[in-house]
């Protein structure tokens, strides 16, 4: 009855979903030619010292935060997809460490993903959702792109490479989370967005994820990404991706001032206390 027994942190939930990157070790990979391509590395180096991490979303409204030097002090930086550092580092920082990229942006010949500078010399983890109740081997015949073969050609050219398949299993239990967040609300069965699966990837590493521009802060401009010219408010609020539910729940989990979110564009999410979860 007490508002104590009802809480439960959403970081909790985000945690329990246990996005995660496959290994050599996973049925049926193990069985499978195809998982000797995986690096034996793990998912990051160093990790003990690890102790701040960005997430820099690719919204518009990053141009002119002048956020790039407070993004660049983290441990870890994290960026999705395409987007570029050169020629924007004033706002967006000029560090990577990882990227997040969908399974379009591992097949589409204009992304050049086996062979583009920007996905070398950095972590990779890409994802493809596949179908919801799908086993692992459907989803090597049935992904919604085929990111197979580019990450082969990817791992042969560049053996030291750390460029990891998440776990597409993992990406519908944190779509799961969403939905236990939403209650009653029910969202759509599409997976979340690489900004959301990012963080929940993240935070088992970081004590502290700083999340730039995720939540829509008041530069807000109704451009779709900070490198290009395309309006589009959908990329914000969402229209497959179940983006407002994520940035409800990623708003649940801030531990920063409204300054800090609004003003700044910044969310700030701790770890949680494993004796909360
Ligand atoms: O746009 P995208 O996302 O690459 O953005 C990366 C992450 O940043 C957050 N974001 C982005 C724009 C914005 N205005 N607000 C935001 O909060 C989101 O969390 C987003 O995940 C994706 O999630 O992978 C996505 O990828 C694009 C696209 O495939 C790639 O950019 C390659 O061109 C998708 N767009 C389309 O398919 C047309 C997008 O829906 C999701």
């Not at 299993?169 to 969403?178: E, G, I, T």
């Not at 009653?184 to 994820?209: D, E, H, K, T, W």
Request: proline share 6%; glycine share 6%; charged share 20%.
């Amino acid at each position: 009855d007490s508002f104590e027994e009802q809480y439960y942190p959403s970081t909790c939930l985000v945690m329990e979903a246990g996005v995660r990157v496959l290994r050599r070790r996973d049925a049926p990979f193990n069985k499978l030619p195809f998982g000797r391509l995986f690096p034996r590395q793990k998912l990051f180096r160093n990790v003990k010292s690890v102790k701040t991490c960005a997430i820099v979303s690719s919204a518009g409204s990053l141009v002119g935060s002048k956020l790039g030097r407070f993004i660049d002090t983290h441990d870890i930086v994290m960026r999705f997809n395409h987007a570029p550092t050169q020629g924007y580092e004033v706002d967006v920082g000029s560090k990577t460490t990882i990227r997040v990229v969908n399974s379009q942006v591992v097949t589409k010949p204009e992304f050049d993903f086996p062979h583009a500078p920007i996905f070398r010399n950095v972590t990779i983890a890409a994802w493809d959702p596949g179908k919801y109740n799908g086993t692992l081997e459907d989803w090597l015949t049935s992904a919604d792109y085929d990111l197979f073969t580019n990450y082969e050609i990817y791992r042969r050219r560049y053996p030291k490479s750390r460029a990891f398949l998440i776990d597409p299993h993992s990406v519908w239990r944190l779509w799961q989370s969403l939905q236990m967040f939403a209650g009653n609300r029910p969202i759509r069965r599409n997976p979340p967005s690489s900004g959301f699966i990012g963080l929940a990837l993240l935070l088992p590493y970081c004590s502290q994820v700083d999340f730039v521009e995720y939540m829509p802060s008041t530069r807000l401009n109704g451009r779709c990404h900070y490198y290009s010219k395309e309006m589009n408010s959908a990329c914000t609020f969402g229209s497959w991706h179940p983006l407002a539910a994520e940035k409800l729940m990623a708003l649940d989990m801030n531990v920063a001032d409204d300054m800090s979110v609004f003003q700044f564009g910044i969310l700030r999410i701790r770890q949680p206390d494993k004796l909360l979860c």
